[in-house]
Antibody
Framework: EVQLVQSGAEVKKPGESLKISCTAS????????LAWVRQTPGKGLEWMGI????????RYNPSFEGQVTISADKSISTAYLQWSSLEASDTAIYYC??????????????????WGKGTAVTVSS | IQMTQSPSSLSASVGDRVTITCRAS??????LNWYQQKPGKAPKLLIY???TLQGGVPSRFSGSGTGTVFTLTINSLQPDDLATYYC?????????FGGGTKVEIK
């Protein structure tokens, strides 16, 4: 069974660092892009960025670039999302999701077909 | 690319036909996906490429549209369909979601 298992909920103070994880199983980790998605009550779902674990290539949403770092360790099929200095506005649920590609050359379609259960991050003094 | 959904919420009875609309700020061909998010759960892929049903999704769900206007239809609404539905464009790398449509059962 294809699964993405995310690390547990976190409660942090402003200014603290944090690294949350997403561990894949049931498929070849290095051959699918993996995305991170933020969900907040006010802004809904926001795509933060994506990583290709095969070569650790990344793409970021400009709104999140420089604010977070996406990385992966293919030896343990795990992707990470990290902050060096959290802010209260980082309070949200964070999902990882596998990006699947279908279609033919020149007409590829991408969609997120497997999702983790989410990691709730609370940042409060 | 901005994605706008309407309505933001709706209430319908079991057995009703429900239609949700998603509009893109520029043409995206059929690079449009739909997700269902039940309360307290992660989003789940329903439809990709505007009209292709993901495996295991009930056939009462269908999608249509191309260009800038897309629809998700639920034929014969069921109690299990209580959820928020999101559209998402995959036309470019900068993925964007619509604001969501909350479906409630009368």
């Amino acid at each position: 069974e294809v699964q993405l298992v995310q690390s547990g909920a976190e409660v942090k103070k402003p200014g603290e660092s944090l690294k949350i994880s997403c561990t894949a199983s049931g498929y070849t980790f290095t051959t699918y892009w993996l995305a991170w998605v933020r969900q907040t009550p006010g802004k809904g779902l926001e795509w933060m960025g994506i990583i290709y674990p095969g070569d650790s290539g990344t793409r970021y949403n400009p709104s999140f670039e420089g604010q977070v770092t996406i990385s992966a360790d293919k030896s343990i099929s795990t992707a990470y999302l990290q902050w060096s200095s959290l802010e209260a506005s980082d309070t949200a649920i964070y999902y990882c999701a596998r990006r699947r590609m279908t279609g033919t050359t020149g007409d590829f379609h991408y969609h997120m077909d497997v999702w983790g259960k989410g990691t709730a991050v609370t940042v409060s003094s | 690319i901005q994605m706008t959904q309407s309505p933001s919420s709706l209430s319908a009875s079991v057995g009703d036909r429900v239609t949700i609309t998603c509009r893109a700020s520029q043409t995206i061909s059929n690079y449009l996906n739909w997700y269902q998010q039940k309360p307290g759960k992660a989003p789940k892929l329903l439809i990709y490429a505007a009209s292709t049903l993901q495996g295991g999704v009930p056939s009462r769900f269908s999608g249509s549209g191309t260009g800038t206007v897309f629809t998700l239809t639920i034929n014969s609404l069921q109690p299990d369909d209580l959820a928020t539905y999101y559209c998402q464009q995959s036309y470019n790398v900068q993925v964007a979601f619509g604001g969501g449509t909350k479906v409630e059962i009368k």
